[in-house]
T-cell receptor
Framework: NAGVTQTPKFQVLKTGQSMTLQCAQD?????MYWYRQDPGMGLRLIYY???????DKGEVPNGYNVSRLNKREFSLRLESAAPSQTSVYFC????????????FGSGTRLTVV | QKEVEQNSGPLSVPEGAIASLNCTYSDRVSQSFFWYRQYSGKSPELIMSIYSNGDKEDGRFTAQLNKASQYVSLLIRDSQPSDSATYLCAVNWGNQFYFGTGTSLTVIP
């Protein structure tokens, strides 16, 4: 049982380049999320998808776009990477029932130079 | 503004002692509360959830919730060096979870 799978694990981009972070879950969860984690800032929500076909902005959406491709997959796209987007990105999924938490992917460590 | 606050630490306890981690939150509406453990360089993993006032025990871990005081805590009994990690408090509001910045715990052998 793989849980939540993120690719790639590491990436270095030059300023202005674009890339897509991939996330897939095999737990039949309805909701999926993208977070970034920075030292001293904790986990901050970028975008989320409460169910297939819907996406909503979180706390820090600027510079990102998302696609909920199907129930399993939720991708995060950086159209023009900036050094401020250097971070660790986590995808998560949940059942969205009371008392159920997230399952996180292993993370993508992104550096923008 | 929904906020979740934790002492960043670091918190150091000797092996075998009780570690106490605290979290406060800003909005009384929340119903569900969670503690995650994150080892350095790894992703957060869920260790406890609680949604009723009082205590909830799971092995060496006890979560305590006081909704009137907007306070949730995690006690780790008989702390082990393997418990050394950052502990994240998370609060559920609607479709979103809001995280504290985490408390770094070191258990000294």
């Amino acid at each position: 049982n793989a849980g939540v799978t993120q690719t790639p694990k590491f990436q270095v981009l030059k300023t202005g380049q674009s890339m897509t972070l991939q996330c897939a879950q095999d737990m039949n969860h309805n909701s999926m999320y993208w977070y970034r984690q920075d030292p001293g800032m904790g986990l901050r929500l970028i975008y989320y998808s409460a169910s297939e076909g819907t996406t909503d902005k979180g706390e820090v959406p600027n510079g990102y776009n998302v696609s909920r491709l199907n129930k399993r997959e939720f991708s995060l796209r950086l159209e023009s990477a900036a050094p401020s987007q250097t971070s660790v990105y986590f995808c998560a999924s949940s059942v969205q029932r009371e008392n159920y938490g997230y399952t996180f992917g292993s993370g993508t460590r992104l550096t923008v130079v | 503004q929904k906020e979740v606050e934790q002492n960043s630490g670091p918190l150091s306890v000797p092996e075998g002692a009780i570690a106490s981690l605290n979290c406060t939150y800003s909005d009384r509406v929340s119903q569900s509360f969670f503690w995650y453990r994150q080892y350095s360089g790894k992703s957060p993993e869920l260790i406890m959830s609680i949604y009723s006032n009082g205590d909830k025990e799971d092995g060496r871990f006890t979560a305590q919730l006081n909704k009137a005081s907007q306070y949730v805590s995690l006690l780790i009994r008989d702390s082990q060096p393997s418990d050394s990690a950052t502990y994240l408090c998370a609060v559920n509001w609607g479709n979103q979870f809001y995280f504290g910045t985490g408390t770094s715990l070191t258990v000294i052998p």
